[in-house]
């Protein structure tokens, strides 16, 4: 009891204001056997680190830390799957990463489990550098045995090996979760919301985790759409739903109240999700710029922005903000035979603003003018030579 009592204010007194103490630090507190002695009796080359070395870390960074050393270790002991994985041709920070992820592996057979799974995967035209994408995103489809129909099926349904591993990127569990119970019975129902195969790929790739839940999440999110004014035959349903999917309730309703803070009405606000639910993606602060922007220094009326939310789509820094600057100024210089439509020239083609207004910077040389919009627009410097 006293060494608990001794350890406890050890770590007390590495912070007087706040104490992290991870589980793993908990653990080792009452851990009254030597590194030594625990490996002798559990046989495993793992060993303890000294919670005290961490005392100054959160609970998050020590525990990452403890882990991280706890996988060095290992790696420079000799286990048949690590060197199996090595021939393979896997570094050693990929070995790392996937023993951190998966620990089991660690002491997997490698001719009853490691060999078979892999010579599975690379039968179905996977390439060694793809084959490492997807088993460090989900390790743990190298205990599953039913591994073929399983790729079959996600491959099938996404297109190509290349967007099967971007998704299981997103999600490590799309790859083990059960096809009848989970994933066939959302995708069912997106289908029977008319949404096209090509949409349900697109979704899977964005929002996987939404494929690995009950489709009571799904339903949910369709009837929330609905509710809004979105029906299921409207073109922009598919998008609509996909917004809903990916943020909180609190997040959604905020979208409203920032635009309700600028004047918007809520019949409004329900037209402009209808038309560009994507606007709801943006964080309060981007919209909040945008609004500024668009009613202080381009000088809209609330009406025009309202009637118009595709404006709100669009980039502040990258299309908005440069290409007022550069209309404006033509515009004081006189350099414009007529007036122009904000909306019109915002939503026009690079190449086409480019060949209809900002080659006249050029041509009557102002070059300081024409440098700064390509800086806002590419993000780099660009002077064009003077003739």
């Known amino acids: 009891m006293f060494l608990v009592q001794k350890r406890l204010f050890c770590l007390l007194s590495c912070n007087k204001s706040t104490v992290h103490v991870s589980y793993y630090q908990l653990c080792s507190l009452f851990s009254f056997s030597t590194a030594e002695e625990h490996s002798s009796n559990h046989g495993s080359n793992f060993t303890l680190v000294d919670p005290l070395e961490s005392c100054e870390l959160s609970s998050k960074e020590a525990a990452k830390r403890a882990k991280d050393r706890i996988c060095e270790k290992e790696l420079s002991c000799s286990s048949p799957s690590i060197e199996f994985f090595k021939q393979s041709g896997w570094s050693d920070p990929l070995v790392m990463k996937l023993l951190q992820r998966k620990p089991r592996l660690l002491r997997a057979n490698v001719e009853t489990i490691l060999k078979p799974r892999m010579r599975s995967l690379q039968d179905m035209g996977f390439s060694d550098t793809e084959i490492v994408q997807l088993v460090s995103s989900c390790p743990v489809l190298l205990y599953s045995r039913d591994i073929q129909p399983r790729i079959n099926f996600w491959r099938s349904l996404l297109g190509s090996n290349e967007r099967l591993i971007e998704a299981s990127r997103s999600n490590m569990f799309l790859l083990s979760s059960s096809l009848a119970r989970m994933i066939e019975p959302n995708i069912y129902l997106l289908r029977e919301c008319g949404i096209s195969e090509q949409c349900i790929s697109r979704m899977l790739v964005t929002l996987p985790r939404f494929f690995c839940r009950r489709n009571k999440c799904i339903n949910e999110s369709i009837k929330h759409v609905e509710e809004l004014g979105v029906s299921r035959d409207c073109k922009m349903f598919p998008q609509a739903l996909l917004t809903v999917m990916s943020l909180s309730r609190s997040r959604f309703d905020a979208t409203f109240a920032t635009l309700r803070s600028f004047g918007w009405s809520q019949p409004d606000s329900l037209a402009a999700f209808r038309r560009h639910p994507g606007i709801w993606n943006f964080s309060k602060k ?20 309202v009637c118009r939310p595709v404006l709100l789509t669009l980039s502040l820094e990258k299309r908005l903000r440069p290409r007022y600057e550069v209309m404006k100024f033509l515009n004081q210089n006189k350099l414009l035979d007529k007036g122009y439509n904000l909306l019109s020239v915002m939503l026009l083609s690079e190449e086409k603003f480019r060949n209809k207004f900002l080659f006249l910077l050029r041509k009557e040389k102002f070059i300081a003018q024409y440098d700064s919009y390509v800086v806002a627009v590419q993000g780099k410097h660009y002077v064009v030579a003077e003739n």
């Open 286 to 305: 981007n919209l909040s710029d945008k609004m500024t922007f668009l009613m202080e220094e381009a000088g809209c009326e609330l009406t025009y922005v």
